[in-house]
Nanobody, 120 residues
Framework: QVQLVESGGGLVQPGGSLRLSCVAS????????MSWYRQAPGKERELVAS??????????NYADSVKGRFTISRDDVKSTVYLQMNNLKPDDTAVYYC???????????WGQGTQVTVSS
């Protein structure tokens, strides 16, 4: 079965850092574009960052709100995608979800999410 399992969330002070991890199984990880989404209470789920396949150059994209603070990366040997979050702000508080999709096929998978809380 396909599983995406996030970890690394928690409570952090403003200005602090967290590193999220998402381990995938049941898929050929290297074939998937990987992304991090987040959803805050009362808000729609939004794309935070994405990274393309290594064979496509591993290019990254970020939401304007996190540019310069967050870094997405991937390790295809470990089937893991990471989100390094620095200089965290209270507005970053949300459940963060890992997403993998096969470009052109319509296949997409979601993790169950990990809570990130940035205290004021």
């Amino acid at each position: 079965q396909v599983q995406l399992v996030e970890s690394g969330g928690g409570l952090v002070q403003p200005g602090g850092s967290l590193r999220l991890s998402c381990v995938a199984s049941g898929i050929t990880f290297s074939r998937y574009t990987m992304s991090w989404y987040r959803q805050a209470p009362g808000k729609e789920r939004e794309l935070v960052a994405s990274i393309s396949r290594a064979s496509d150059g591993g290019s990254t994209n970020y939401a304007d709100s996190v540019k310069g603070r967050f870094t997405i990366s991937r390790d295809d040997v470990k089937s893991t995608v990471y989100l390094q979050m620095n200089n965290l702000k209270p507005d970053d508080t949300a459940v963060y979800y890992c997403n993998g999709r096969r470009i052109g096929s319509g296949l997409a998978y979601w993790g169950q999410g990990t809570q990130v809380t940035v205290s004021s």
